[in-house]
């Protein structure tokens, strides 16, 4: 318009001088990085000349700036329809796309701008932006069909990097950090989505599935059902729901078969549980330690550690299976590995109840490192004192060197050796003081607990063969 031609001319020059008006006005106002009071004003310039490209421009700038990506891509978008030799609109249509996490899109508004200035450096750089978005974006579906869930956060983060509003982008790296555990900030990435869009299916389906994995099942399931109201063909959120109820119902249904001591059937519908969902690290914690309860009911004590070992590789610091494994390790006279668990146990948790299993576990451990005179004697700890006698007989004659006269002389030092160690054995086993001391772990030999003990016991031996013979 370049100036009034009659009373139609006199009016569009009043109002695309108005328009201008407006138009500096908005220009000042973005100039002091007042955007929402500049947004006002190129609003207005464009309510009086809607077709002015460059208005729609400046204002796709202003929403830019305010984070409003998607109206500034409309912006834009009808900028360059009024325009499409216009190149700022086409570039902030690139950005908008870029930001949004549209690669391909972005890639083709910036390829427009070079057609129409081939060295214009902000569009080529903008390309390669776009180019890495796409790769990073390639990257991580890859990983995550390969259940890579660090690669894809990694590859979620580089491109965020450009496309910082793209919620698609952000709702992958939330459900990965949920995959990996990192349940506080999947929540705090889906939250700040669902603050902005509270019917975000995504988002919602994310949140419920870090109360999943935290073993929060109910609250888990309602925001699947949410996610499912406002996006009734999300795959995602249906199979996770499914999954939740029916790992919960065989949770219980193994719990309920325990109380009522059926064993057998707990151990196989804990089994079938932990069949349901790989991903459910704390949960599946849970189940290997209640297989293993059952187990060791059952006296399957080895794959009860083995199963305590599976739950503490999913949650380390799950002190319930520290303290089952332990046990199963004392059961087992494993001593070492048992001191070992309950070290861990009363480092993390400083009760006297563990105070005193550990206690309990290091004169086990202690105990064991001495000569075992009930295994000497082939009894077991708790025999009476006539199954101790019994038992010393037996092992005597067995071991008595006129039966080994004929042998040769290496046997006959070994029967020899094992003929004492019985002597031994049964001088601290008959003696009750010396027993007592014995099973409470004491060293015997500090207080001369075997001075003439064989000889006492040689001497009885004879007496008792020559009786029977």
């Given at each position: 318009?370049?100036?009034?031609?009659g009373?139609?001319?006199?009016c569009?020059?009043?109002?695309?001088?108005?328009?201008?008006?407006?138009?500096?006005?908005?220009?000042?106002?973005?100039?002091?990085?007042?955007?929402?009071?500049?947004?006002?004003y190129?609003?207005?310039?464009?309510?009086?000349?809607p077709?002015?490209?460059?208005?729609?421009?400046?204002?796709?700038?202003?929403?830019?700036?305010?984070?409003?990506?998607?109206?500034a891509?409309?912006?834009?978008?009808?900028?360059?329809?009024?325009?499409?030799c216009?190149?700022?609109?086409?570039?902030?249509?690139g950005?908008c796309?870029?930001?949004?996490?549209?690669?391909?899109a972005?890639?083709?508004?910036?390829?427009?701008?070079?057609?129409?200035?081939?060295?214009?450096?902000?569009a080529?750089q903008?390309?390669?932006?776009?180019?890495?978005?796409?790769?990073?974006e390639?990257?991580?579906?890859?990983?995550?069909?390969?259940?890579?869930?660090?690669?894809?956060?990694?590859?979620?983060?580089?491109?965020?990097?450009?496309?910082?509003?793209?919620?698609?982008f952000?709702?992958?790296?939330?459900?990965?950090?949920?995959?990996?555990?990192?349940?506080?900030?999947a929540?705090?990435?889906?939250?700040?989505?669902l603050?902005?869009?509270?019917?975000?299916?995504?988002?919602?389906?994310?949140?419920g599935?870090?109360?999943?994995?935290?073993?929060?099942i109910?609250?888990?399931?309602?925001?699947?059902?949410?996610a499912l109201?406002?996006?009734?063909?999300?795959?995602?959120?249906?199979?996770?729901?499914?999954?939740?109820?029916?790992?919960?119902?065989?949770?219980?249904?193994?719990?309920?078969?325990?109380?009522?001591?059926?064993?057998?059937?707990?151990?196989?519908?804990?089994t079938?549980?932990?069949?349901i969902?790989?991903?459910n690290?704390?949960?599946?914690?849970?189940?290997?330690?209640?297989?293993?309860?059952?187990?060791?009911?059952?006296?399957?004590?080895?794959?009860?550690?083995?199963?305590?070992?599976?739950?503490?590789?999913?949650?380390?610091?799950?002190?319930?299976?520290y303290?089952?494994?332990?046990?199963?390790?004392?059961?087992?006279?494993?001593?070492?590995?048992?001191?070992?668990?309950?070290?861990?146990?009363?480092?993390?948790?400083?009760?006297?109840?563990?105070?005193?299993l550990l206690?309990?576990?290091q004169?086990?451990?202690?105990?064991?490192?001495?000569?075992?005179?009930?295994?000497?004697?082939?009894v077991?700890?708790n025999?009476?004192e006539?199954?101790?006698?019994?038992?010393?007989?037996?092992?005597a004659?067995?071991?008595?060197?006129?039966?080994?006269?004929?042998a040769?002389?290496?046997?006959?030092?070994e029967e020899?050796?094992?003929?004492k160690e019985?002597g031994?054995?049964?001088?601290?086993?008959?003696?009750?003081?010396?027993?007592?001391?014995y099973?409470n772990?004491?060293?015997?030999?500090?207080?001369?607990?075997?001075?003439g003990?064989?000889?006492?016991?040689?001497?009885?031996f004879?007496?008792?063969?020559?009786?029977?013979?």
């Open positions: 318009i370049t100036g009034p031609q009373p139609a001319g006199g569009l020059f009043y109002l695309y001088r108005q328009a201008e008006g407006f138009k500096e006005q908005g220009n000042a106002y973005y100039s002091k990085k007042d955007y929402s009071e500049a947004f006002n190129y609003t207005k310039a464009i309510d009086v000349c077709k002015n490209a460059s208005y729609y421009g400046n204002r796709a700038a202003t929403l830019m700036m305010l984070c409003r990506f998607r109206e891509l409309e912006d834009s978008q009808q900028a360059v329809r009024l325009d499409d216009f190149m700022k609109g086409h570039l902030r249509e950005k796309h870029l930001s949004l996490g549209n690669g391909m972005a890639s083709r508004c910036f390829l427009k701008v070079l057609e129409l200035d081939p060295s214009n450096r902000e080529q903008e390309k390669k932006n776009a180019a890495a978005l796409l790769e990073y390639q990257m991580a579906d890859f990983a995550f069909e390969k259940q890579d869930f660090r690669k894809v956060v990694y590859c979620m983060d580089r491109a965020l990097a450009s496309a910082s509003a793209c919620h698609r952000k709702i992958l790296k939330a459900e990965c950090l949920a995959l990996l555990g990192r349940y506080p900030e929540q705090s990435v889906a939250s700040d989505i603050r902005m869009d509270s019917t975000n299916a995504d988002a919602l389906y994310v949140r599935l870090c109360l999943y994995y935290e073993d929060c109910d609250k888990a399931v309602q925001f699947f059902v949410q109201r406002m996006a009734p063909d999300h795959e995602k959120a249906r199979l996770a729901c499914r999954n939740a109820k029916a790992l919960k119902a065989k949770k219980e249904e193994g719990n309920k078969a325990f109380k009522n001591n059926n064993f057998e059937a707990a151990y196989l519908l804990y079938d549980a932990l069949m969902d790989p991903n690290i704390k949960t599946n914690a849970k189940l290997y330690c209640n297989r293993a309860t059952a187990g060791a009911k059952l006296k399957k004590v080895n794959k009860a550690i083995e199963d305590c070992s599976n739950a503490i590789k999913l949650d380390d610091t799950y002190i319930k299976a303290l089952r494994r332990a046990q199963c390790y004392m059961d087992t006279e494993q001593y070492e590995e048992a001191v070992r668990d309950y070290e861990k146990v009363y480092q993390t948790e400083k009760t006297s109840d563990h105070k005193h206690k309990k576990a004169l086990e451990l202690k105990k064991s490192k001495r000569k075992d005179y009930y295994k000497v004697l082939g077991g700890k025999a009476t006539d199954e101790i006698k019994k038992a010393y007989r037996k092992r004659l067995m071991h008595h060197p006129d039966r080994h006269s004929a040769t002389p290496e046997v006959q030092k020899e050796k094992k003929f019985v031994e054995a049964f001088t601290i086993l008959s003696d009750p003081k010396k027993k007592i001391r099973d772990g004491h060293d015997l030999e500090d207080d001369g607990g075997f001075d003990g064989g000889d006492a016991f040689i001497y009885f004879y007496q008792d063969w020559q009786a029977h013979h």
